[in-house]
């Protein structure tokens, strides 16, 4: 299958910026997600970017896609304890509908 | 739509007995997919089914997990007999390929085998 690696933890002090890291193998991705999923929930989607795309702006997020070397970033401006959470990154493919998660990353924001 | 749902949400049971997880996709929605969540192993791909049809089911880890899609509306996973080590969150998850795709997750069925 496809590798999707991500860092498992990253903590903030609240009000600094968040990049959260995701390498991929795939280079026949279509579309690149994010997704969040808090404390005994289920995964939400929080944003996505099409593989023809370098940037994405959306409020306090930004997906960064680096194609060249198959990496994605999600910076998370003026971070919130709220923001305390688990961030996927996740990957389709034209192969199939098939979706590859990262492990995901714990995003800790400290007080 | 109310989403995709899951059934149970808890689930505790002995050794060797035999559970069954429930899941209704979102109406309309033509591939579904089942995960196990792990501290140790992280969100893992189980099989996931494409109208109706299971397409890959290479992350099953072994034969006592089996799962069925009888019609478009309603899947199950089955694990018989389970053990402790199978303790975990089952999340389903469903998704309208062709479109942009994005997964939609139920909240989850955690299992604890005793």
């Known amino acids: 299958g496809e590798d999707v690696e991500q860092s498992l933890f990253l903590s903030v002090r609240e009000g600094d910026s968040s990049v959260i890291n995701c390498t991929y193998t795939d280079s026949s991705s279509t579309y690149l997600y994010w997704y969040k999923q808090e404390p005994g929930a289920g995964l939400q989607l929080l944003t996505y970017?099409?593989?023809?795309?370098d940037m994405k702006q959306d409020q306090r997020l930004t997906v960064l896609l680096n194609k060249k070397d198959k990496h994605l970033s999600l910076r998370i401006a003026d971070t919130q304890t709220g923001d305390s959470a688990i961030y996927f990154c996740a990957e389709s493919t034209n192969t199939g509908n098939q979706f590859y998660f990262g492990t995901g990353t714990s995003l800790t924001v400290i007080p | 739509d109310a989403g995709v749902i899951q059934s149970p949400r808890h689930e505790v049971t002995e050794m060797g007995q035999e559970v069954t997880l429930r899941c209704k996709p979102i109406?309309?929605?033509?591939?579904l997919f089942w995960y196990r969540q792990t501290m140790m192993r992280g969100l893992e791909l189980l099989i996931y089914?494409?109208?109706?049809?299971?397409?890959?089911d290479s992350g099953m880890p072994e034969d006592r997990f089996s799962a069925k899609m009888p019609n478009a509306s309603f899947s199950t996973l089955k694990i018989q007999p389970s053990e402790p080590r199978d303790s975990a969150v089952y999340f389903c998850?469903?998704?309208?390929?062709?479109?942009?795709?994005?997964?939609?997750f139920g909240q989850g069925t955690r299992l604890t085998v005793v």
């Open positions: 998850a469903s998704s309208l390929q062709g479109q942009r795709g994005e997964a939609f």
């Open positions: 970017i099409f593989s023809n795309m």
């Open positions: 089914f494409n109208n109706n049809v299971p397409i890959d």
């Open positions: 109406s309309g929605h033509n591939s």
